[in-house]
């Protein structure tokens, strides 16, 4: 078993900053790529940051590419998320989760999932 955990969510402003983070911990020998994704009240849950397990190869949504960020510190079992430039519509609660197939943006293809942690961008 792996349990994900997310932290860092909050309330800002329209323009700022967050950085979220997701702490791995149980079975966490194997190499496995993680994702974000993201659930806005009432919409599916959108991918949004992909990462091998070495940190070389990213993958973004359009909607945040060039502004969020995705990183790992494997010592640290722990995957982060920074986001600049924030908007309004940026609004969700953020997830974490463990990928079952390299970089892929769907969903159905991560194993194990995080509780999730609220983003709220105010204008």
């Known amino acids: 078993q792996v349990q994900l955990v997310e932290s860092g969510g909050g309330l800002v402003q329209a323009g700022g900053s967050l950085r979220l983070s997701c702490a791995a911990s149980g079975r966490t020998s194997s190499v496995y790529a993680m994702g974000w994704f993201r659930q806005a009240p009432g919409k599916e849950r959108d991918f949004v940051a992909a990462i091998n397990w070495a940190g070389s190869n990213t993958r973004y949504s359009d909607s945040v590419k060039g502004r969020f960020t995705i990183s790992r510190d494997n010592a640290k079992n722990t995957v982060y998320l920074q986001m600049n430039s924030l908007k309004p519509e940026d609004t969700a609660v953020y997830y974490c989760?463990?990928?079952?197939?390299?970089?892929?943006?769907?969903?159905?293809?991560?194993?194990?999932w995080g509780q999730g942690t609220q983003v709220t961008v105010s204008s």
């Open positions: 989760a463990r990928s079952g197939s390299y970089l892929n943006s769907r969903p159905d293809t991560y194993d194990y």
